[in-house]
């Protein structure tokens, strides 16, 4: 069977639980999950599901809109988790969103250059998120010189952004959102893409592809995102399997 991984899923929203969501995952040939941080309370969630399930590996870190949450005693747990525990493979989801500042932009700023040093300390790649805010996005990466590198996930912005990206070393995270109607301009960066580059998600339980619209998103669901990708590419879904499989494998590096 065609096996796929899934590198960004939220295990502790999803409709079902996660022992279901793995396990219809596996069967939809979803090998592999990563499960992401974005607060304090699923720091815990994520800790205990990569303890918990083989399948599972996950990220620690804190979302653009709980930026201002982050204390000095959070980060330290924050790295000392990530210290700790092998299957902690990322820092993330980190980043700026400027679409409702539920943080100010100086507090995201701020939280989000102290995550970045930690990820170039403990030499993990970073889950970023980025939303209307490519300028200062892209300012604040080059502030590191190249000594880090990831996944921009759910990746939406303009192909120049992408570019930028690419060349800098990061991988774009496709979801779902790639299938929409109004999708077209990212169509086009996914078709300029390097499929070196490209690495699946769901980012379940949101942003369900086309023909799930209107659904709760769910890692199995990762085998239609990649058989709308592969039509765009032009390639098989064998082929983008294994290639976003590799992707993933090298930039995480898990076995």
Known sequence: MTSFIDTHCHLDKLESTPEDAIIE??????KHLITIAVDALSLDFVCGAVQQFPEVYGSVGFHPHDASALTAALLQKVRQLALQEKKLIAIGEIGLDYHYLYSSAEVQQQVFREQLELAVALK??????????????????????????GVAHSFTSSLEMAKSLVEMGWH?????????????????????????????????PFLAPIPFRGKKNKPAHIPAIAAF???????????????????????????
């Open 25 to 30: 995952a596996k069967q939809a040939g979803v």
């Open 124 to 149: 993990l790649p970073v889950i970023l998120h980025s939303r209307e805010a490519e300028t200062d996005t892209l300012n604040i990466l080059r502030e590191q010189s190249g000594a880090v590198s």
């Open 172 to 204: 774009l995270g496709i979801n779902g959102i790639v299938t929409f109607k109004n999708a077209e301009d990212l169509r086009e960066v996914v078709r300029w893409l390097p499929l070196e580059r490209l690495l699946l998600e769901t980012d379940s």
């Open 229 to 255: 990708i592969a039509k765009l590419k032009e390639i098989s879904l064998e082929e983008l399997a294994q290639q976003t499989t590799e992707n993933a494998r090298r930039l995480f590096d898990f076995s």
